[in-house]
């Protein structure tokens, strides 16, 4: 099977595409448990920190890729899994 060079400049871009939303994830929760970490011991800032960035990650990891909606928002005060 003979690749296009729209195909091939597709996938390319598919691949930027998935290395750039991999190194949003990585910095966002890499950033929540520094600032999570930076508050006193038993903050509950640090909880929530935590909390709302664990929240966002999976809402832009279940975010439908054919209709860009977005995954059900959960119960704020629902205990941490």
Do not use: F, W, Y
Request: charge should be positive; charged fraction near 20%.
């Amino acid at each position: 099977m003979k690749v296009t060079k729209t195909q091939a400049q597709a996938n390319r871009a598919d691949v930027g595409k998935a290395r750039a939303k991999s190194l949003d994830l990585l910095a966002h929760a890499v950033g929540a448990i520094v600032l999570s970490r930076a508050c006193p011991s038993d903050s509950p800032l640090a909880d929530e920190i935590l909390s709302v960035c664990r929240d966002n990650i999976l809402a832009s990891l279940s975010t439908t890729a054919t209709t860009g909606a977005p995954a059900p928002e959960r119960n704020p005060d629902a205990p941490l899994a």
